[in-house]
Each structure stands twice: as structure tokens, then as C-alpha cells.
């Protein structure tokens, strides 16, 4: 591996709407078998962003750690690491959403749009139409995170969907190396982003999954993530 983990504390942030408890079963078993150290913060709805990076602040106090997450929680923790590169031994980017500005971005538009039906609908309501237009297993992930983030679930999601995310010219600046994962099929996490964030990195591999494989056993993401980084 490019990188040696051993000992390494790993914090894992969460995507947008999903929770600490989705992270650590997508990164526990890959990052434990490298013989790190996982820290997976619950999201703090009321103040997602904030909360993510005094959760990275609290982690690095006692030393350089590996950086990492999920969509939302993979930008966060990425700009983190271009802010401080010599705490940051390793990035781990799951499902990079976007680039840059979140205006047009398909994973933005859709917490905008989760955002306005929760406001306006309510909870159950919201997560009933969630369910029709979701696979079962984001469904039942997504219910459950939903509620356990209700009711500042809208304040965090319109967070997300304003976070203006690494641009390439600040990704050829990353001294950590990058191990990230994207699916093939998931049209709000598109493969076009990860191919971007890897190709303006320095140090940057890519591995890809399905959105059947991570419903079948989300720890193939963490796995994916993983195995990039052994690939450089």
C-alpha cells in the first residue's frame, strides 16, 4: 500500500441525509483489516458542515490522520486535507459528487428538492415519496437516518447543497494520497466527478462499484477506496 494505515486513526463522514452508522459499515472492515483506527462522528444536522470539520479538528489534535467519507463527507473531508497537509496521511473518497460549484450538480438539486418536501410535507410524508423512487436497501438506510436527523434534516441538507466542493486546481495541490470509490450506475454520484477528482490529484486511484453491489453489502465502498490506494 502506498500508504501505511497501522495505527492510523480514519475519520469517515457521512453523505448528505445518511448517518454515521451507514459510514462505518461501508469503511469499518476494509480500514480494520489495514489496521486503522475508524472514527465514524454522527452528523450534527443543525451545523453539518461545522460539525464535520471540528470533528476533523478533534481527531488530528493528537496526530496525523486518514481523512474520508461519503458524497458530501468526501468533499468536506478532502478540503480538509488540502487545508492541512501535513495532518492528513491518506484521503478516502467515496462518491464524489461534484466539483467546484454545487449549482448544477444532480446530488445538490436533489437535497435541494428533499430539503423543500420535508419543509413542506413533513417527515412521513417526505420519506413515504423517498421510498416509491428509491431502491429498497437507500430506502431503508434513508428512513432510518432521516428520522434520527429530524427535524434539522432540511437545514443539513440545504448545507449540503450549497457546499462549494474542491475544484480541480485545488485537487492538483493535495499532498495526501487519494483512494477513491465510484459507482458506474448512480446518475446523483456521477462517474465523470470521480474521474476528475483522480485525474487532477497528484496521487489519486480510482476503483468502481455497482449500486447493486453496495445494496447487496455496502462495505464493497470502503473496500473500493481501500484497494485504490493500494493501487498507486
Given at each position: 500500500?502506498?500508504?501505511?494505515?497501522?495505527?492510523?486513526?480514519?475519520?469517515?463522514?457521512?453523505?448528505?441525509?445518511?448517518d454515521?452508522?451507514?459510514?462505518?459499515?461501508?469503511?469499518?472492515?476494509?480500514?480494520?483489516?489495514?489496521?486503522?483506527?475508524?472514527?465514524?462522528?454522527?452528523?450534527?444536522p443543525?451545523?453539518?458542515?461545522?460539525?464535520?470539520?471540528?470533528?476533523?479538528?478533534?481527531?488530528?489534535?493528537?496526530?496525523?490522520?486518514?481523512?474520508?467519507?461519503?458524497?458530501?463527507?468526501?468533499?468536506?473531508?478532502?478540503?480538509?486535507?488540502?487545508?492541512?497537509?501535513?495532518?492528513?496521511?491518506?484521503?478516502?473518497?467515496?462518491?464524489?459528487?461534484?466539483?467546484?460549484?454545487?449549482?448544477?450538480?444532480?446530488?445538490?438539486?436533489?437535497?435541494?428538492?428533499?430539503?423543500?418536501?420535508?419543509?413542506?410535507?413533513?417527515?412521513?410524508?417526505?420519506?413515504?415519496?423517498?421510498?416509491?423512487?428509491?431502491?429498497?436497501?437507500?430506502?431503508?438506510?434513508?428512513?432510518?437516518?432521516?428520522?434520527?436527523?429530524?427535524?434539522?434534516?432540511?437545514?443539513?441538507?440545504?448545507?449540503?447543497?450549497?457546499?462549494?466542493?474542491?475544484?480541480?486546481?485545488?485537487?492538483?495541490?493535495?499532498?495526501?494520497?487519494?483512494?477513491?470509490?465510484?459507482a458506474?450506475?448512480?446518475?446523483?454520484?456521477?462517474?465523470e466527478?470521480?474521474?476528475?477528482?483522480v485525474?487532477?490529484a497528484?496521487?489519486?486511484?480510482?476503483?468502481?462499484?455497482?449500486?447493486?453491489?453496495?445494496?447487496?453489502?455496502?462495505?464493497?465502498?470502503?473496500?473500493?477506496?481501500?484497494?485504490?490506494?493500494?493501487?498507486?
Amino acid at each position: 500500500m502506498a500508504v501505511d494505515l497501522r495505527g492510523v486513526t480514519a475519520v469517515l463522514l457521512p453523505g448528505t441525509g445518511s448517518d454515521d452508522d451507514y459510514v462505518y459499515r461501508a469503511f469499518a472492515a476494509a480500514l480494520h483489516d489495514a489496521g486503522a483506527v475508524v472514527v465514524t462522528p454522527a452528523p450534527q444536522p443543525d451545523r453539518l458542515i461545522d460539525g464535520y470539520v471540528a470533528d476533523l479538528d478533534s481527531a488530528a489534535r493528537t496526530g496525523p490522520i486518514a481523512v474520508g467519507g461519503v458524497s458530501i463527507g468526501a468533499a468536506v473531508a478532502t478540503h480538509w486535507a488540502l487545508s492541512h497537509p501535513s495532518l492528513a496521511v491518506a484521503v478516502l473518497a467515496a462518491l464524489p459528487a461534484w466539483s467546484g460549484s454545487p449549482q448544477s450538480a444532480p446530488a445538490a438539486q436533489a437535497a435541494r428538492y428533499s430539503a423543500d418536501v420535508l419543509r413542506r410535507d413533513g417527515l412521513v410524508s417526505a420519506t413515504a415519496q423517498m421510498r416509491a423512487s428509491s431502491p429498497p436497501w437507500l430506502a431503508d438506510e434513508l428512513t432510518r437516518s432521516w428520522l434520527g436527523q429530524w427535524p434539522a434534516l432540511p437545514d443539513a441538507m440545504d448545507a449540503a447543497s450549497r457546499y462549494v466542493a474542491p475544484t480541480c486546481t485545488e485537487l492538483e495541490t493535495l499532498a495526501a494520497p487519494m483512494g477513491v470509490a465510484a459507482a458506474v450506475d448512480d446518475p446523483v454520484h456521477p462517474l465523470e466527478v470521480a474521474l476528475e477528482w483522480v485525474a487532477a490529484a497528484p496521487r489519486a486511484a480510482l476503483r468502481t462499484v455497482t449500486l447493486d453491489e453496495m445494496g447487496a453489502d455496502p462495505s464493497v465502498l470502503g473496500a473500493a477506496c481501500v484497494a485504490a490506494l493500494n493501487d498507486l
